[in-house]
């Protein structure tokens, strides 16, 4: 994946962690496992952009 579409992962992540920490309060959520998994996602995305930002400098 190209950098664009790491960042736009990145936010589609992020709009999904939103969405299930909002099922997560309003008890609609059943699996609570998928929220740090979508946490470790994003970091693996991030990881992979701050890698390829050093390897650019």
């Known amino acids: 994946m190209?950098?664009?579409e790491l960042?736009?992962?990145v936010a589609d992540l992020k709009a999904e962690l939103f969405n299930l920490r909002f099922?997560?309060?309003t008890g609609q959520l059943q699996n609570t496992m998928v929220i740090?998994?979508?946490k470790r996602d994003?970091?693996?995305c991030m990881t992979i952009?701050?890698?390829s930002e050093h390897k650019e400098a």
Do not use: D, V
């Open 7 to 9: 960042e736009s992962k």
């Open 49 to 51: 952009l701050r890698q």
């Open 2 to 4: 190209n950098k664009t």
């Open 23 to 25: 099922q997560l309060a």
């Open 36 to 38: 740090s998994s979508t």
């Open 42 to 44: 994003i970091a693996r």
